[in-house]
């Protein structure tokens, strides 16, 4: 009996019917089991969209979309709902797209090296959010609801230029958590 259990388990193994710490690329998905795909990488796949195939991902909890020419997101990301890593860095996004606010298990978002302005105040509905990484945008208004987030743990802001007011306020505002921000810059003033 025991034998057995370690053959079914090898083949569950090598089959990749149970690999939590596995992590798919797209051409890997058309074979993959649907319900075994818990992190996938799609970085560099030059997308506009999300391929139709990721909203089949029903347990999908990483999903990574960095550096691709994504200026919109959709209603569709709603359906992972066990998503809780999602990095959109280093794409074309000027605004934050309004379906990440429905992703409840959210706890770290990426959206550094975007053209985003502003945080709205529906960033509150990600009540697990635990990190935040907006570096690199021309971020100019921050919603206050940003820092109620109890579990926000890390907030990147690098690479935004604020005078001594802003930069001052927005290091008090989140000395609950650690704040990577540059210097204040005199030339903002």
Known sequence: MKQTLGVLFCLISFWGISQPDRTYRLSELENAVKDSVYSLDLRREKLYAIPAIVFELPNLRQLNLSKNKLELLGDSITLLKKLNRLDLSHNKFKAI????????????????????????????????????????????????????????????????????????????????????IDPPCSCMD
């Open 97 to 180: 797209p309004y379906a990440i606010f429905r992703l409840e298990n959210l706890t770290h978002l990426s959206l550094g090296m975007n053209q985003i302005e502003r945080i709205p105040d529906e960033i509150a509905y990600l009540t697990q959010l635990e990190s935040l990484d907006l570096y690199d945008n021309a971020i100019n208004y921050f919603s206050p609801s940003l820092k109620m987030i109890a579990t926000l743990k890390k907030l990147d802001i690098q690479g935004v230029m604020y005078g001594h007011v802003m930069h001052d306020k927005l290091v008090e505002d989140f000395k609950h958590c650690i704040l990577l």
